[in-house]
């Protein structure tokens, strides 16, 4: 992250918190609907299959809000690098 950033702010942190929880919920709820597969009632795992896929679009819309997606000019930042003017050969 900051590599494609430069750094990390405590709001970076948060949403990067918020998709390990989301994930972990998606994956928890997975998990509990494959183990529990024959125990469940149909209206059960409907809603542990919504539960999976809320999970998912949680943790996509806080990737979207680090927005790491973006194309980077590498041109632009070339030219706004510091420009080495004392070389010695």
Same mark, same amino acid.
């Given at each position: 992250m900051e590599n494609a950033k430069g750094s990390v702010s405590m709001t970076d942190a948060a949403c990067i918190?918020?998709?390990c929880k989301w994930e972990r919920h998606g994956i928890l709820a997975q998990h509990w609907l494959r183990e529990a597969e024959g !125990?469940?009632?149909a209206s059960d @795992? *409907?809603?542990?299959?919504?539960?999976? +896929? !809320? +999970?998912? =679009?949680?943790? =996509? @819309?806080? *990737? @979207? *809000? *680090? =927005?790491?997606d973006k194309k980077v000019d590498i041109w632009a930042t070339l030219r706004? +690098?510091?420009?080495v003017t004392d070389v010695e050969e």
């Open positions: 918190n918020s998709i !125990k469940m009632t @795992r *409907l809603r542990f299959s919504g539960e999976i +896929a !809320k +999970a998912s =679009d949680q943790r =996509d @819309r806080n *990737l @979207r *809000l *680090l =927005d790491l706004q +690098a510091p420009q």
